[in-house]
């Protein structure tokens, strides 16, 4: 597997901002687990007017198209879409999917923090990032 191309400390960031998040208990999520807007189900429970959230959203949106499709590949691994040994063809996968906002793909998804976290774990082996902001 070739390096991540992400800095560990802004991914151990990313990760640990994002569980903060989307770790609202009681809040409504649709058949597959995605956190919903309690009137339109088709809207994602994140609002642009919520500053904290806009500006992780940034963030993602702002990282480099190839270190977007990184970061959506850690989340197939993580959640198990995808196997570590298949992570160049994730990598690509995500670049070919690619349609619209990433961090609005990404941030639907209730569990991505802990998905990343176990996606770093199954390709490094055992990675201690948030403890230690390495890989």
Aim: aromatic share 8%; no cysteine; charged share 30%.
């Amino acid at each position: 597997m070739d390096e991540l191309s992400l800095n560990p400390k802004f991914l151990q960031n990313l990760i640990l901002r994002t569980r903060g998040l989307l770790s609202e208990d009681g809040a409504p999520t649709d058949d597959e687990g995605n956190y919903v807007d309690d009137k339109d189900p088709s809207v994602p429970r994140y609002d642009v007017q919520d500053l904290t959230v806009a500006e992780l959203a940034g963030e993602i949106e702002d990282l480099e198209p190839d270190q977007q499709a990184e970061l959506v590949a850690l989340m197939w691994i993580g959640r198990g879409d995808m196997e570590p040994d298949e992570w160049e063809a994730a990598v690509q996968l995500a670049f070919d999917r690619h349609e619209g906002s990433t961090a609005e793909y990404l941030l639907s998804h209730p569990h991505v923090a802990e998905h990343w976290d176990e996606g770093l774990d199954k390709l490094f082996d055992g990675s201690d990032l948030v403890e230690t902001g390495q890989y």
